[in-house]
């Protein structure tokens, strides 16, 4: 699943120094900062590791995320955990037997996911063409979407008219990355989901990439998959932690 869509305007207040607040409790306990959601959009049910084969999450007891109509909510934890497991699952990619999904209401639009490994993700040629193909096929504009885009890759610290016009090809690693990233921010979606998207990224772009997050996330809710604690808590993300 690959998509994009314009951020809300006028994001919060951004303090840098915040980090995500970790607890001592159960490992798979809630261990963020913030309230529960007043509404919820959507309720992801956990069911404690069933099976020791095939992709699970490794919760010893069972375990509810319940995800507002807006803000980022963060999966914590270490390799193995099934932290991207649990995304897949929460975008409707994968179904998986521990993951129980309970939306409020049918979603106005699909989840999207940008992946841990672009490269099973890339597929366009030009980077212009990769970053609006989710937006554009969820009913965007492509010119309002393209200008979208060269404003996120601008605020990334590139110049937006020399990325549109590469070969996909031609990126880093990272800088493929950051290209399914800001495909997903900026499509329609009623959920956004990313999996370690600070992975390789310097100080200024990790700073960068979490205000275009929490911005996105003042229109929709935002899922992270991540073992960034600094980053996390610069998003304001309530946090839950897999593994054990």
Not at 34 to 40: A, K, L, N, Q, W
Request: proline residues 7%; aromatic residues 4%.
């Amino acid at each position: 699943v690959t998509a994009h869509s314009p951020g809300s305007p006028g994001s919060p207040g951004f303090r840098p120094s915040e980090r995500a607040a970790v607890a001592d409790g159960g490992p798979d306990q809630r261990v963020g900062s913030g309230d529960e959601p007043s509404v919820v959009a959507l309720e992801l049910e956990v069911l404690p590791e069933i099976s020791e084969r095939g992709p699970r999450i490794r919760v010893k007891q069972a375990l509810d995320i319940r995800l507002g109509s807006r803000g980022v909510t963060a999966l914590l934890g270490p390799n193995g955990a099934g932290k991207s497991v649990l995304l897949a699952a929460a975008a409707g990619l994968e179904e998986i037997a521990q993951v129980r999904l309970h939306w409020a209401s049918p979603p106005a639009q699909p989840p999207i996911m940008a992946l841990q490994y672009p490269e099973l993700q890339v597929f366009e040629e030009l980077v212009a063409d990769e970053l609006v193909f989710a937006a554009v096929a969820r009913g965007l504009d492509r010119s309002v979407a393209l200008a979208a885009a060269a404003n996120h890759l601008q605020d990334m610290g590139f110049d937006p008219e020399v990325m549109l016009s590469r070969r996909t090809w031609t990126l880093s690693t990272g800088e493929k990355r950051l290209v399914e990233v800001i495909g997903a921010l900026i499509a329609p979606s009623s959920l956004v989901l990313l999996d370690e998207p600070t992975a390789g990224l310097d100080a200024g772009r990790r700073a960068a990439l979490a205000r275009l997050v929490e911005c996105r996330s003042g229109s929709d809710p935002v899922l992270v998959a991540s073992q960034d604690l600094d980053w996390i808590g610069m998003t304001r993300a309530r946090c839950f932690r897999l593994g054990y």
